[in-house]
């Protein structure tokens, strides 16, 4: 079992910057994927962006260039700075992971962009 916490979302302006993290806790030395879902209200929730254990990453093309995913394994953690932020990267942020059992999810965090 894999337990992940978000924190660091916010309020910002466009053109701000926030930090995402994300704390793993159980067996995390058992993750494969990590990475960063979204969604904006009357919406789906879609992938923002992901990072192996290895260290390859994927983002959305609406993010790619603004953010950047980032992890550290022995801590169970992984991060997104989010650049140049728009009105519509407003949604609610989840943490994502999974191992060979199955998939895990965070309770999500509040990013809201003012134009």
């Known amino acids: 079992q894999v337990q992940l916490v978000e924190s660091g979302g916010g309020l910002v302006q466009a053109g701000g910057s926030l930090r995402l993290s994300c704390a793993a806790s159980g067996s995390i030395f058992s993750i494969n994927v990590m990475g960063w879902y979204r969604q904006a209200p009357g919406k789906e929730r879609e992938l923002v962006a992901t990072i192996t254990s290895g260290g390859s990453t994927n983002y959305a093309a609406s993010v790619k260039g603004r953010f950047t995913i980032s992890r550290d394994n022995a801590k169970g953690m992984v991060y997104l700075q989010l650049n140049s932020l728009k009105p519509e990267d407003t949604g609610v942020y989840y943490c994502?992971?999974?191992?060979?059992?199955?998939?895990?999810w965070g309770q999500g965090t509040q990013v809201s962009v003012s134009s």
């Open positions: 994502y992971s999974n191992n060979y059992y199955g998939a895990y």
